[in-house]
């Protein structure tokens, strides 16, 4: 069985910076791709950042800039530094990755989210 687990949400004022990790855990062979995702109310799932296995990483116009996602593969662990934040920010952040497990299955799998919100 695999988890990913975030942390480093919280509340915020505008300008100010957070860090968010995202630690995968259990059966694991290997972790390739991983990426953020937020969803505000009312709004769709999104794309944040994200990195592939050999370190690529591609940003949503929102985030460029301002956000700075990286990954240390021996802890399994993704990180997403968010800097100049702004009320549009306000989310709640989702880690994904696509894991291949013991059993040599790759899949894909979501945290349960942290929530960001950042006060004007």
């Known amino acids: 069985q695999v988890q990913l687990v975030e942390s480093g949400g919280g509340l915020v004022q505008a300008g100010g910076s957070l860090r968010l990790s995202c630690v995968a855990s259990?059966?694991?062979?290997?972790?390739?791709?991983m990426a953020w995702h937020r969803q505000a109310p009312g709004k769709q799932r999104e794309l944040v950042a994200g990195v592939s296995g050999d370190s690529t990483v591609n940003y949503a116009d929102s985030a460029k800039g301002r956000f700075t996602i990286s990954r240390d593969n021996a802890r399994n662990t993704v990180y997403l530094q968010m800097n100049s934040l702004t009320p549009e920010d306000t989310a709640v952040y989702y880690c994904r990755a696509i894991i291949k497990d013991i059993s040599g299955v790759s899949r894909s799998y979501w945290g349960q989210g942290t929530q960001v919100t950042v006060s004007s």
């Open positions: 259990g059966s694991i062979f290997t972790v390739n791709s």
